[in-house]
């Protein structure tokens, strides 16, 4: 009942919802938040939550996340981040990390040379 009430709450309502005890809850509010509002997310403990920030964050604050322990996590950042970052996530420890920031590297080294 209380996650259907972040659906439809006002933003400035659900802020303090952000580090609520129930997971459920928190992937809600993630779901609303905007920006700068969501960086209070980026060390929740769930990587549910951690995820969905990172899908939605503005892309300058993604070097935040880069430390991230969920693979998936770091995924939907090597998806994100910008090009400059790249290179540290193709070092990654998870193969799914290294092949997107691969692939993204490779992109930009052919774009560049077009």
Same mark, same amino acid.
């Given at each position: 009942?209380?996650?259907?009430?972040?659906?439809?709450?006002?933003?400035?309502?659900?802020?303090?919802?952000?580090?609520?005890?129930?997971?459920?809850?928190?992937?809600?509010?993630?779901?609303?938040?905007?920006?700068?509002? *969501?960086?209070? @997310?980026?060390? =929740?403990?769930?990587?549910? &939550? $951690? +995820?969905?920030? %990172?899908? !939605? #964050?503005? /892309?300058?604050? *993604?070097?935040? @996340?880069?430390? =991230?322990?969920?693979?998936? &996590? $770091? +995924?939907?950042? %090597?998806? !994100? #981040?910008? /090009?400059?970052? *790249?290179?540290?996530?193709?070092? =990654?420890?998870?193969?799914? &990390? $290294?092949?997107?920031? %691969?692939? !993204?590297?490779?992109?930009?080294?052919?774009?560049?040379?077009?």
């Amino acid at each position: 009942m209380r996650r259907q009430a972040v659906k439809h709450a006002p933003l400035r309502e659900i802020m303090r919802l952000r580090e609520d005890a129930d997971i459920g809850v928190r992937v809600a509010v993630a779901r609303r938040l905007l920006g700068s509002d *969501l960086i209070i @997310m980026m060390d =929740d403990p769930n990587h549910a &939550v $951690r +995820r969905i920030v %990172a899908a !939605r #964050i503005p /892309a300058p604050m *993604l070097p935040l @996340m880069l430390g =991230d322990t969920d693979a998936h &996590v $770091r +995924r939907v950042l %090597a998806r !994100r #981040i910008d /090009a400059a970052w *790249l290179g540290v996530l193709a070092g =990654d420890r998870a193969l799914g &990390v $290294r092949t997107i920031a %691969a692939s !993204r590297l490779q992109w930009a080294a052919t774009m560049t040379r077009n």
